[in-house]
């Protein structure tokens, strides 16, 4: 079937630890794959993206994780900040297809 | 702030009647999705228009529709609203083809009474 998921609904880290958010993903065929950070009472921002012919990429804190064998995504935060409170979601981009397909989002909460 | 702008913020409606929600896409973006979020959910995709032409749709209705502008601004309307539209609407706008990243609006908040 066509889904996105994530293993665990919330997640709690103190401030300056490192966070890994995961997602399951479960059609072979999708190509393309976004984390987007929602903040309270706003859209969802971009983070990073990966395309199935890369294992990792990096951004400014952040790093994705592809792996491709079990279908799994994750996104690693460094030091993770107060601001970065909020829900993540991880979206899936299929080959020909126009859409994202969201999975439920995991919340992440730093506590100082 | 990705330059996307949605409006309004927040809507009331009652059941039965129509509504239509409008986004301005980024600069040089020709692509516009809509998606629908429910509380405590991830995005659903609604449709996506591409250089004015409806390019895709998700499992939601006929009374869904949309329109693209030459400007490349859209146009989300609901007819005949139910309770169960109650939701964020959120616009994305992607630049050029449709697998390009996809940069979210605001959203508009709409409740349905």
Known sequence: ?112 | ETGVTQSPTHLIKTRGQQVTLRCSSQSGHNTVSWYQQALGQGPQFIFQYYREEENGRGNFPPRFSGLQFPNYSSELNVNALELDDSALYLCASSLDRPQETQYFGPGTRLLVL
């Open chain 1, 1 to 112: 079937g066509e889904s996105v998921g994530l293993h665990l609904p919330t997640l709690s880290v103190q401030e300056g630890d490192n966070s890994i958010i995961n997602c399951a993903y479960s059609n072979s065929a999708s190509d393309y794959f976004i984390w987007y950070k929602q903040e309270s009472g706003k859209g969802p921002q971009f983070i990073i993206d990966i395309r199935s012919n890369m294992d990792k990429r990096q951004g400014q804190r952040v790093t994705v994780l592809l792996n491709k064998t079990v279908k799994h995504l994750s996104l690693q935060i460094a030091a993770t900040q107060p601001g970065d409170s909020a829900v993540y979601f991880c979206a899936e981009g299929r080959g020909g297809s126009e859409k994202l397909v969201f999975g439920k989002g995991t919340k992440l909460t730093v506590n100082p």
